[in-house]
């Protein structure tokens, strides 16, 4: 079932691309019947899984109940089941990473009765952050014990989700998405972390309003904001100070005007020609996506231990490039004339004995 979903399939649609029964799927999940070789071999083939995935012991599933949506209203139950099933996969490379690495230990409170303002400020305190621009968010997430994953393409329709697994923090994230706002929506789903996991469900609009509000709290706290002197603040002086934050330059101009340093001809001023010069639906000349350290440093790590990427795939039973689709694109990828992308990072963590 985990595979049929992470495809977006129905048991109709498979039926049709295996060649076998709905009734017999039906059989197949429910464990009252055992796929023959040649049906497990049309399954794989029309899953695009290897046949020891579906042979493998089940996976916890990821609860939708306890999982953040970013946009949820944009989803269909079949987006939504696939982004699941990626992150349960991904919790299976966490967890064999974690019998190899002493990872960083979560340390992400919950901040259930303050303000979203408020819990920004408690966490930048906590966390030594003063009021500075955070230079690596992903970074910064993962040094904190929050494992954070990419999404396969094939999810464009999800911008990110967040959720706690056996008591490890998860944010997953779109890379198709500018780098501002990778930053925010990783801002975003954190806030769904500190406010609300574990003491209520993380649906509904207002519970997406506190995760937006922590996130622009976050990102651009209000002292180091008013230190930047943005009373009024031109277009210009706008675009300038976006690329000090990390941050979408519409999500800044509507930061100062919730904190009255704009006025509202102001606020709609400056909106109207970041709009017109391409700034509502992309960033121009934007920010690179942020990637993870930690996974980077891991396969680093790996690599002169003589662990392959094909067995890092093997011991989760998934291809390479699903692997790849998980991590940031990290794992050597084929290329032209047999050779190899090696992603670079500086090995840092240390192998358990």
């Known amino acids: 079932m985990l595979a049929r979903k992470r495809r977006r399939m129905t048991l109709a649609s498979l039926a049709r691309a295996s060649g076998i029964s709905v009734r017999s799927l039906t059989a197949f999940e429910n464990g009252h019947k055992t796929p023959s070789p040649e049906s497990l071999f049309s399954l794989a083939s029309a899953l695009r899984v290897p046949e020891s995935f579906l042979n493998a012991e089940p996976i916890d599933d990821l609860q939708p109940d306890a999982v953040s949506f970013r946009a ?8 939504r089941d696939a982004a699941l099933s990626c992150g349960s996969v991904a919790t299976l490379l966490n967890g064999w990473l974690e019998e190899r690495f002493r990872l960083p230990r979560p340390d992400v409170p919950t901040f259930p009765h303050l303000t979203p ?38 999810c464009r329709d999800v911008d990110a989700f967040s959720t706690v697994h056996k008591g490890t923090p998860y944010i997953f994230l779109n890379t198709q998405k500018s780098g501002e706002r990778g930053r925010f929506d990783a801002a975003h789903e954190l806030g769904h972390l500190i406010l609300h996991a574990e003491h209520r469900i993380p649906h ?58 704009l ?7 400056v909106a109207k020609q970041l ?15 942020e990637s993870s350290q930690l996974l980077a440093k891991a396969f680093e790590a790996l690599r ?9 795939a093997e011991a989760i039973d998934v291809f390479p490039d ?7 694109g990290l794992v050597p990828v084929a290329l032209e004339g047999g050779r190899e992308f090696v992603a670079s990072g500086r090995p840092g963590l240390r192998l358990l004995k």
Do not use: C
């Open 275 to 289: 709009s017109q010069m391409g700034y509502r639906r992309s960033e121009p000349g934007g920010i690179n996506r």
């Open 72 to 79: 949820p209203s944009k989803m269909s139950a079949l987006d």
């Open 117 to 154: 303002e408020e819990a920004a400020e408690q966490l930048r305190a906590r966390w030594g952050l003063g009021e500075a621009p955070i230079p690596n968010l992903i970074h910064l997430l993962e040094s904190r014990g929050v494992r954070v994953f990419s999404l396969p393409s094939d």
């Open 263 to 269: 006025t509202d001809w102001a606020y709609r001023t």
């Open 304 to 312: 002169p231990q003589g662990v392959t990427v094909k067995e890092i």
């Open 204 to 261: 509904g609009i207002e519970s997406e309003q506190e995760a937006q509000r922590f996130a622009s709290s976050f990102l651009m706290p209000r002292a180091g904001i008013l230190a930047q002197v943005l009373v009024n603040a031109s277009t210009d002086r706008i675009l300038s100070a976006k690329r000090k934050w990390g941050v979408a330059a519409m999500a800044l101009t509507y930061r100062l005007h919730e904190m009255n340093l």
């Open 322 to 328: 699903e692997l790849n689709d998980y991590v940031f």
